[in-house]
């Protein structure tokens, strides 16, 4: 089938479906109707097929003002960044003068004491949404890996995604910034 939607009546199938649309995991749909962190889990070998012809028309009009959003995405990293060197329990994304860090996402570290999933529970009953920041593709069920990386787990167990796009302001980030002091503190 070449675009198109699949209809069915079978529960199943279609959560299969639907899985194999978003790599394989459940769909940000169904964990996005809790308060509660779920952390996706990969078991079955999906594929990325969610751009419609509307998305990708879309997505060519943005592409003439790309040098414009990567400008402003990098303000407002800059300014995350500065904000957040005041609080000594969270990183800053490593930004190396060798490329161009155009701050596709916002992902930083968190002391190993912060349990971060507790962190994003947290700041989620404040109104403010995070994600974890990278996987660890080894503890995935799909890929039943017996390797034990460990820094790949470091990572995965510290890095927390803080919110930013285009139409985010300094306001907005002082609200972030002041709700994940409060909270790193009460979770030291």
Not at 107 to 125: A, S
Request: glycine residues 4%; positive net charge; charged residues 30%.
């Amino acid at each position: 089938m070449k675009g198109g939607a699949i209809v069915t009546d079978d529960e199943e199938l279609a959560e299969k479906i639907r899985k194999l649309s978003v790599f394989g995991m459940a769909s940000a749909w169904k964990r996005e109707k809790t308060d509660k962190l779920i952390i996706p889990k990969f078991t079955e070998l999906g594929y990325n097929y969610k751009m419609s012809d509307i998305l990708a028309a879309i997505g060519i009009a943005q592409l003439g003002k790309i040098e414009k959003i990567i400008k402003r995405k990098r303000l407002l990293a800059r300014y995350y960044t500065d904000k957040l060197s005041e609080i000594e329990l969270i990183e800053s994304p490593f930004k190396s003068n060798m490329v161009t860090h155009v701050y596709q996402s916002y992902v930083t570290l968190l002391n190993k004491i912060i349990d971060r999933n507790k962190l994003i529970e947290r700041l989620l009953k404040v109104g403010i949404q995070t994600q974890i920041g990278t996987y660890a593709s080894h503890i995935q069920p799909l890929y039943r890996s017996k390797d034990k990386c460990f820094n790949s787990l470091k990572v995965f167990n510290r890095s927390l995604s803080l919110p930013i796009y285009y139409n985010l302001n300094e306001e907005q980030i002082d609200f972030v910034i002041n709700n994940l002091k409060n909270e790193l503190t009460k979770l030291k």
